[in-house]
Structures are given as structure tokens and as C-alpha cells.
């Protein structure tokens, strides 16, 4: 069930150069939210001149403490609002949104997840739920720009991580494809969030490779809940809910089989 | 404790203001509507709001056929509002009739289809469809600013409006609302064309065109380049024009842009408005609708009114 809470910011830090990391929990007493990895949820600002909230995707979830950890970029004045945000204070969370992973296809199997930049941080999630079915084995290939690594710890511990970086300076000198390579990684399928040049690169791949591949796409929103038809990507075949070549990022995604969209 | 809350209930129960309105002999339990295209058909909204306590649901513009709208970036935030270039993505009236209006008949509140084409033909076709289904009432859109053809050309001259407004009326089978543009020089003349071609009633605003420009990438936010604004930062122009068109014609209007609050949904009401629309701010609050008609109802409590009819046109 969709809702805006009003959470309470319980940490809100920055990890590395302009990522940010924020720990919202839900009130006393109400029961927080399922999460899937994958899934993700709108931030209020607070500042009333932004009426939109901010999709972000959920990095990790902790149920017994009631809590969400969000970690974002800032990339303009939206999520400089929100790397602002003090402990204690409060602000509105719409959520949960979006579908994730479907964790059952990925069970038992050699999962390869790629994550880029500000991609990783929902492939923290998707490594430590898959880190929990017995049988799924999961490399972590991230690419990051520079030494400004984030999240590596939390990968290292659920997953075999690769890293590699733009200007070489730790890891694979290259992107994420070039760390698999360079490691001579198999895998039955392939999970990856990132920056569209990267997608393409992936989908690519994993066609080459003969695996499935689910990436996760973003888009400009406005209501997160599927009612606007901003978000919209393009789709191979006529999409059952819009009986047109277009699919709600929100809604039916933001994880979608790579052949099913147009990405090219 | 029950017992005096029952008993205080039933003693202010007479004291309840009278919060249906009529609209072209469509009896609306309340004033409140959505705007077309913020609401979908309702159905992701239903998960938020009963759509049972709402006076009406717009939809989303439907056309003859599936429409599969701009490129995106369809939408982009500025200063108290949005732009949006969608370009009217539908399903057509065939999967809209099956699906999305047996949706809407669950609910005990009014359907209102928000209309749109690119040629008169195609509006006729949507509008004979519509006929014989279960709908209250038919909004016709000839005022959105983001499809190439169609639509607003036909709201920016009096004469085309005037003329498509009278070919709708001779195949409607509802009321028929023609929903006007912002986008002209004058208001009062569009509301007075949209009558004179016989129109049961008017809707304004809709957006505003609207411009974003990444200043670092040199580049039009939207794909569409241009798109229409919504939310506060347009409301009051929307005051202002519900006010110009309501002096100028005898139809009712109904009233909208940037609705944020209870208060908002009052204003409209004492410029002339007989009932408001809720838009862009289900985006920010997706419990909005429901909460401008508690509000409306604590306003006419507060200050002793016991018709929310008695608001339209009521500024001093």
C-alpha cells in the first residue's frame, strides 16, 4: 500500500564527495513498510516553492528498527535541500514505489550485479537480499569516477566486489564491463542500475553473453504513483497498461527485462 | 465517552452545511473535482482517497485512438509549480470504456471525461462514443498546449470554438464543459464563444505555456521545449481569469489551477466558480482532494454559511 509518511531523519551524512547518506524511520508504532530491492521512494524537501518529491532509490532497509537508508547525489537544488537536512528533523516520504527485483528469478543462480556511480547504492540492497538465499552466488561489479569510493564496505560483505574507476585509480581502470572481463566473470544473469551509456552496455552484453538482464532505469517524475504518465520509457511491444510503445518507470518499473525497452 | 460523542454528532448534524452543487443539472455531492490528466482514471489515486467522497473524477484526456504522447523529458519542477509536455498519452476509447470507466462506476461520484483530438472528426468520434455509456458529464479539451495539432487550436479562436462547441452539443449525450486555455489575450471573449455555441458549462484554467532551460547544458529541459505550468505559481492569474470569465457569461464555470488547500478551493469558489478542480498538488500530496473538501466544510462551518453554493460569485 502507497502512503506519505512523515519520517524522522535519524542520520544524514556524506560518504564521499557530493553522495550523501540518509537514514529515515517511520513513526512510532507504525509498521514499516515491505521493501524489494530495487524499489524506491519520493522525499519531500520541505521547501514549499518544490512541490515534487525527490525519487530515490532504497539502499538498504532495516524492519526491527523501522527504517529506510536512501543514498543519493547531490545533483541539484532538490537533493542540496535534502543533504541538508538535520538528524531529528522530520520530512514526508511517499512510498514504497516502483516494482524492484523479482528476487525468485534470481535465486539459485550466479548473479552478476553492475552498478554505476550514483547506481550502486540499490545494489546494496538487491547483494544482501540475494546474499540470504542459499545457493545464489553474487559477484558486484561497481564503477565508480574516481578514488571517491562509497558503499564498498556493505558490498564486501555480501557479495565478491569488483570495483572499477574512470581515471584507474583504484581497481579496473574502465567501466564495470571491463572489470568483468578483466576478472573472467561468468554469470546466469545480470542485474544493473546506472547511467543510460552503461544500460545500453549491459543490455548489450548479456544479449552477447546469451543471460537475462534487468536494468533499472530513471526518468524526470512527477507523481511517482503511475497518474501523470511522466516517466514514461519506451517499450518493444505495446504496454498492457498504456496499449501504447510506452511503460511508467514508476509503476511497471523502474526494473524492467532489458529486451522489453528501448534503451537504445 | 462514546455515548457524548454520538449525542454531539447527532446535535450538530442539522448544523452540517449543504455541500452539493449543480452543475447543468448534474447534482455534485460536493464542489471538488480533479483536474484532467492529474488524476489518471482514478484507479492510482483510489489507493490514497475515496473516490466516494469526492464530488467528481475528471479523467485523463481520451481520444479515438491510443496516443502515445511526446518524447520524455515529459516533466520538470520550477519555482512553485511544474511543467509538463506529456502530449496527451491515452489509451483510446476502447480500452478507456472497458477498463478504466467500469473502474470508475464502482464509486459513488460523478464521471466526467476529459475529451481530445486532433480534428474535429476525431472529438466527434470520442464524444458519439461516449453517448450511451454511464458518464455524468464530457469536458472537452481544446486547451492543452502540448500536442502539435488539435486541441488548443481549436480554444484560441472564438469563431473554431464557438463552431466545435455547437458540433459536440449536436451529438452529446452529457453536458457538455468546454475546457478553456489560459493562453489568450482575452478570457471573457473565449467563455462568451464557448457559450454562444452552446456549452453547458467552462473549465479554466489550463496550463500556461512554459519554457525551462538547462543554463550548464545549454539545452530545453523538456523534449517538447515547451510545456504547460501548473501548481501555485499560477493561481492567481486562474483567479483572475475564472472572475473575467464568470462576469461574462450566465453558464457556470468551474474553476481551477495550482489548488493547494481548502482555502485555495474557497477563492475560486467567491471569484465564480459553482465547483473547483484539484491539480498539480495531488502530485505533492496525493491525499489533497480529500482534504479541500473537509476544509471547504470547516470553512463554511467557520463562518456560519449553509450552502456551499452560496460561495460562487460571492466576493465582496
Known amino acids: 500500500m502507497k502512503r506519505k509518511t512523515r519520517m524522522t531523519v535519524t542520520s544524514n551524512r556524506c560518504l564521499t564527495d557530493g553522495i550523501y547518506s540518509m537514514t529515515l524511520q517511520y513513526p512510532e508504532g507504525e509498521a514499516p513498510d515491505a521493501v524489494n530491492p530495487g524499489q524506491f521512494a519520493g522525499i519531500y524537501t520541505g521547501n514549499p516553492a518544490m512541490l515534487l518529491p525527490r525519487p530515490i532509490s532504497i539502499c538498504e532497509w532495516d524492519p526491527a528498527c523501522r527504517t529506510l537508508r536512501f543514498v543519493f547525489r547531490v545533483a541539484g537544488a532538490g537533493t542540496a535541500e535534502l543533504a541538508a537536512m538535520k538528524e531529528g528533523s522530520r520530512t514526508d516520504m511517499l512510498g514504497v514505489l516502483g516494482n524492484g527485483y523479482d528476487l525468485s528469478a ?32 553474487v559477484t558486484a561489479a561497481m564503477g565508480y569516477r574516481d578514488n571517491n569510493l562509497f558503499l564498498t564496505e556493505e558490498l564486501t560483505a555480501c557479495s565478491r566486489l569488483l570495483i572499477a574507476t574512470e581515471d584507474g585509480s583504484v581497481g579496473t581502470s574502465g567501466n564495470v564491463l571491463d572489470a568483468v572481463r578483466e576478472n573472467a566473470i561468468e554469470a546466469d544473469v ?75 | 465517552m462514546s455515548a457524548d460523542r454520538n449525542s454531539s454528532e447527532w ?57 502515445e504522447g511526446n518524447p ?15 502530449g496527451l498519452q491515452n489509451p483510446g476509447i476502447d480500452v478507456f470504456i472497458e477498463r478504466d470507466l467500469a473502474f470508475l462506476k464502482q464509486f459513488d461520484t460523478k464521471v466526467i471525461v476529459n475529451v481530445c483530438g486532433h480534428t474535429e472528426e476525431e472529438y466527434l468520434e470520442v464524444v458519439e462514443r461516449l453517448a450511451d455509456q454511464p458518464v455524468d458529464m464530457l469536458e472537452i479539451n481544446v486547451s492543452c498546449p502540448n500536442v502539435k ?26 453536458p457538455v464543459i468546454m475546457k478553456l486555455t489560459p493562453n489568450v489575450t482575452d478570457i471573457a471573449q473565449m467563455a462568451r464563444a464557448a457559450e454562444a455555441g452552446g456549452a453547458d458549462a467552462i473549465s479554466l484554467i489550463n496550463t500556461l505555456m512554459g519554457m525551462k532551460i538547462d543554463v550548464e547544458k545549454r539545452k530545453f529541459v523538456l523534449a517538447n521545449k515547451t510545456g504547460g505550468l501548473s501548481g ?84 465582496l
Open chain 1, 106 to 137: 534470481l535465486a539459485d543462480r550466479k548473479v552478476l550485479l553492475l552498478g554505476g556511480g550514483i547506481g550502486i547504492p540499490p545494489m546494496v540492497g538487491l547483494a544482501e537480499a540475494l546474499h540470504d538465499l542459499p545457493g545464489t552466488e
Open chain 1, 190 to 264: 545480470v542485474c544493473a542500475c546506472g547511467p543510460m551509456p552503461m544500460l545500453r552496455a549491459v543490455a548489450g552484453y548479456a544479449k552477447e553473453k546469451g543471460i537475462p538482464a534487468y536494468i533499472s532505469l530513471e526518468e524526470r517524475m512527477a507523481c511517482g504513483v503511475g497518474a501523470c504518465l511522466g516517466c514514461v520509457t519506451r517499450t518493444r511491444e505495446v504496454d498492457a497498461h498504456s496499449h501504447v510503445r510506452n511503460a511508467r518507470i514508476c509503476t511497471e518499473g523502474p526494473v524492467f527485462r532489458a529486451e522489453e525497452v528501448e534503451i537504445g
Open chain 2, 11 to 67: 446535535t450538530n448534524k442539522g448544523a452540517l452545511p449543504d455541500m452539493s452543487v449543480e452543475i447543468a443539472g448534474v447534482t455534485l455531492k460536493n464542489p471538488v473535482m480533479t483536474a484532467s490528466g492529474t488524476f489518471g482514471s482514478g484507479m492510482e489515486y483510489s489507493e490514497f482517497v475515496d473516490l466516494n467522497h469526492l464530488g467528481a473524477v475528471v479523467t485523463k484526456g481520451v481520444a479515438n485512438v491510443p496516443w
Open chain 2, 72 to 86: 520524455t523529458p515529459r516533466v520538470a519542477e520550477v519555482y512553485g509549480g511544474m511543467l509538463n509536455a506529456i
Open chain 2, 149 to 174: 495539432q488539435g486541441a488548443i487550436q481549436f480554444g484560441q479562436d472564438p469563431k473554431c470554438l464557438c463552431d466545435i462547441t455547437e458540433k459536440i452539443k449536436r451529438v452529446a449525450g452529457q
Open chain 2, 232 to 315: 501555485p505559481a499560477i493561481k492567481p492569474v486562474a483567479v483572475r481569469m475564472v472572475w473575467q470569465a464568470a462576469q461574462a457569461v450566465r453558464i457556470p464555470v468551474i474553476g481551477m489551477g495550482g489548488i493547494a488547500s481548502a482555502e485555495d478551493a474557497v477563492e475560486f469558489m467567491l471569484a465564480g466558480a459553482s465547483a473547483v478542480a484539484v491539480g498539480a498538488m495531488n502530485f505533492h500530496d496525493p491525499y489533497l482532494t480529500q482534504k479541500v473538501v473537509d476544509g471547504m466544510e470547516q470553512y463554511l462551518i467557520r463562518h456560519n454559511i449553509s450552502t456551499a453554493r452560496e460561495l460562487t460569485g460571492a466576493v
